[in-house]
């Protein structure tokens, strides 16, 4: 017998879909997993900020360091080193270099990372693992090495040079001072910066050659493409984005660079000044410390380097849009 029951109508109201969507409540395991972590890093790095910040527009000094109230001075401080010849002197100085040590650095450590990826795995990480030994060294450390290797009483470099021939090289090598003017205090400062900098580089790139596919290679080989144009047509497109990385994180360091030269130019020598040197000779390096300078000086620094950072999150956007 047919089923002859009168069909059931649903009530009139919302029409929903097949699928049944259902708030989720927002999970806080996470946040507080990563709360103390945002904790450090606000307390010892973006409170220090503040306060540079801060004193920038003011005028601190041996009576404010013992209580008095700072005088607020506007943008007074920047004026004063804007107007200063030496500040120009200091920037150019950290300009050069940077782009020296930079240039330099990604070249070499580009190159290393290109042997290491044609040695076979057991040479590959043992010489990974031996010039990784450069960038775990100390930045002390590398300064003491270097002071010590271009030094003018004893120095190795000095007493390998005076032993090669005249015509060569010139004479008076055995008393030279690398450190007397900046053209060589900056030359040696460039070479510990690039040997401790280029295993990192290399090591980057050869990580970034593993996760290039091999057939791209074996049909650039088929086709004759040798290693100039199979590096800028299949290397390079495929690591760009790590390039990218290197270079801002290069720029950054070698722009920051303080400990190297400070040892081994120290506070006299302000010829060889570069930024950071400047900062902390204004702020520390006098018995009337000018704390407002310093911080004004550091502040434009950072701004500097916020500018490379924010070009750099450009370009990887764009990358990101044109994929």
Same mark, same amino acid.
């Given at each position: ?54 004193? &920038?527009?003011?005028?601190?000094? /041996?009576?404010? =360091?013992?209580?008095? $109230?700072?005088?607020? +001075? !506007?943008? %007074? ?74 030094? &003018?009483?004893?120095?190795?470099? /000095?007493?390998? =040079?005076?032993?090669? $021939?005249?015509?060569? +090289? !010139?004479? %008076? ?92 130019? !120290? ?57």
């Amino acid at each position: 017998m047919l089923d002859t029951a009168p069909a059931v109508r649903k009530p009139p109201g919302r029409r929903t879909s097949g699928r049944v969507r259902l708030r989720r409540r927002p999970r806080l395991g996470p946040y507080l997993l990563i709360a103390p972590t945002v904790v450090v890093i606000a307390v010892l790095m973006f409170w220090p900020m503040i306060q540079i910040g801060i004193m &920038s527009f003011q005028k601190v000094g /041996n009576r404010q =360091l013992r209580g008095e $109230p700072a005088e607020q +001075v !506007g943008t %007074g401080n920047f004026e004063k080193i804007l107007d200063d010849p030496f500040f120009w002197q200091t920037l150019k100085h950290t300009v050069l270099f940077a782009a020296v040590a930079v240039t330099l650095t990604l070249v070499i450590g580009t190159l290393v990372g290109l042997l290491l990826n044609r040695l076979g795995k057991r040479m590959s990480a043992f010489v990974a693992g031996g010039v990784m030994i450069a960038w775990a060294t100390p930045p002390v450390t590398a300064a003491i090495i270097f002071s010590w290797l271009f030094g &003018s009483t004893g120095g190795l470099v /000095n007493w390998s =040079l005076d032993l090669l $021939p005249d015509a060569l +090289v !010139g004479g %008076g090598w055995n008393d030279h001072n690398w450190f007397a003017t900046p053209l060589s205090t900056y030359t040696v400062l460039t070479v510990c910066v690039v040997w401790q900098a280029c295993p990192f580089i290399a090591v980057s790139v050869l990580a970034g050659l593993k996760s290039v596919p091999g057939e791209l290679y074996e049909a650039a080989r088929v086709d004759g493409s040798g290693p100039w144009r199979t590096f800028w047509s299949i290397t390079y497109p495929m690591l760009k984005p790590i390039f990218l990385v290197l270079v801002v994180m290069s720029i950054i360091w070698d722009f920051k660079v303080f400990t190297q030269l400070f040892i081994m130019s !120290g506070m006299a020598n302000r010829d060889a000044f570069n930024l950071s040197l400047y900062a902390y000779s204004e702020a520390f390096g006098s018995l009337n410390p000018k704390l407002g300078m310093g911080s004004a000086i550091a502040l434009v620094l950072t701004m500097i380097l916020l500018v490379v950072t924010a070009l750099y999150v450009r370009v990887m956007v764009r990358q990101g849009e044109t994929r």
